[in-house]
């Protein structure tokens, strides 16, 4: 299986900072790589597929780059309604493995 | 208005069994590949299973395979989780979610889950 690594594990940050969240796989996927946004007790929502395109309806204020081993999903400019959990997920191959997340809180 | 709502949670004895619904509506289910999906209490997202649009081809995680069945009724928009030899480690929050498929420059496609339902409980304790 194809192994999914995020960090940070948290990170605090001001509104209007700009955050980066990193995702390394433990091989080559491409650029076979989504993001998705989970809030407290709320199902996941995608935000980015294929690394680097923007889902329907998502604030442009969030990107992703990467391609092969090393992701990035960046906020441009964090407002209080991203207080979340975020995950990486490859779609590279079954299974379609999830990093552990990372908790983004407001400082 | 696209939804997925599941159903058949609840609390059961290790070793008991339970039955996890899914209802479509909103869009066309048989074109899509469906997926199962679980989060225990404080943990991260763990694929559980996949189906096919026609129910012709499953897949599963290690951790569940030989003890839980995915299938579906094309006819009722309804994806099921048959969970059997439940154990105290499938406690979680099973969330059903849509495959979308986008194709890539170059060939092939990418996939991603775009919808998902709000999730039903699953509680496996004595």
């Known amino acids: 299986d194809i192994q999914m690594t995020q960090s940070p594990f948290s990170l605090s940050a001001s509104v209007g900072d700009r955050v980066t969240i990193t995702c390394r796989a433990s091989?080559?996927?491409?650029?076979?790589l989504n993001w998705y946004q989970q809030k407290p007790g709320k199902a996941p929502k995608v935000l980015i597929y294929a690394a680097s395109s923007l889902q329907r309806g998502v604030p442009s204020r969030f990107s992703g780059s990467g391609s092969g081993t090393d992701f990035t999903l960046t906020i441009s400019s964090l407002q209080p309604e991203d207080i979340a959990t975020y995950y990486c997920?490859?779609?590279?191959?079954?299974?379609?493995?999830f990093g552990q997340g990372t908790k983004l809180e407001i400082k | 208005e696209v939804q997925l709502v599941e159903s058949g949670g609840g609390l059961v004895q290790p070793g008991g069994s339970l039955r996890l619904s899914c209802a479509a509506s909103g869009f066309t289910f048989s074109s899509y590949w469906m997926y199962w999906v679980r989060q225990a209490p404080g943990k991260g997202l763990v694929w559980v299973s996949r189906i096919k649009s026609d129910a012709s081809s499953t897949s599963y995680a290690d951790s569940v395979e030989g003890r839980f069945i995915i299938s579906r009724d094309n006819a009722e928009n309804s994806l099921f989780l048959q969970m059997d030899s439940l154990r105290a480690e499938d406690t979680a929050v099973y969330y059903c979610?849509?495959?979308?498929?986008?194709?890539?420059?170059?060939?092939?496609?990418?996939?991603?889950?775009?919808?998902w339902g709000k999730g039903t409980t699953v509680t496996v304790s004595s």
């Open positions: 091989q080559r996927i491409s650029t076979y």
């Open positions: 997920q490859q779609s590279y191959t079954m299974p379609r493995t």
């Open positions: 979610a849509r495959e979308e498929r986008v194709a890539a420059a170059g060939g092939g496609s990418y996939y991603y889950m775009d919808v």
